[in-house]
């Protein structure tokens, strides 16, 4: 402790439970804050799995088709998962088939830049088809 405040610096244990007890001398304040400044370069270089939604209906025309495609491209090209939503309302469920014809051809259409992760599947009144970038 002498030798610590000497130098003006503060005795910190490394290892408590060691016998005998393990101590380091340093600028606790620094070591703090250098620590903060890592973990923040860390968590700055994490790549965070964003997941975007578009969502279609059974009777959608063509231009609004191109549309949509259009930004589940854009959401792949930014490295993001895609999940595209067919929602069917009141007689519309008669259509199932025709909204897994839409998934399909979104599939086909994206297949440059984007892989199926989960195959067209029918919950409730929704059909869910998931799809992520391409691994370069």
Avoid at 75 to 97: P, Q, Y
Avoid at 98 to 113: F, H, N
Wanted: charged share 35%; aromatic share 8%.
């Amino acid at each position: 402790m002498n030798k610590a405040k000497e130098y003006d610096l503060d005795l910190v244990m490394v290892a408590p439970d060691a016998d005998p007890p393990v101590v380091k001398i340093m600028d606790y304040g620094k070591y703090r804050y250098e620590q903060s400044k890592k973990n923040k370069r860390s968590r700055k270089n994490q790549k965070k799995n964003i997941l975007k939604q578009i969502k279609f209906r059974p009777k959608i025309d063509e231009h609004d088709y191109q549309t949509k495609l259009g930004h589940i491209i854009r959401f792949l090209k930014a490295g993001n998962k895609v999940r595209v939503t067919i929602m069917f309302r009141g007689r519309e469920m008669s259509f199932v088939e025709q909204g897994r014809d839409i998934l399909d051809r979104v599939a086909k259409d994206v297949s440059e830049i984007g892989v199926v992760e989960s195959k067209p599947n029918l919950v409730g009144r929704d059909m869910f088809m998931m799809l992520v970038p391409k691994k370069n």
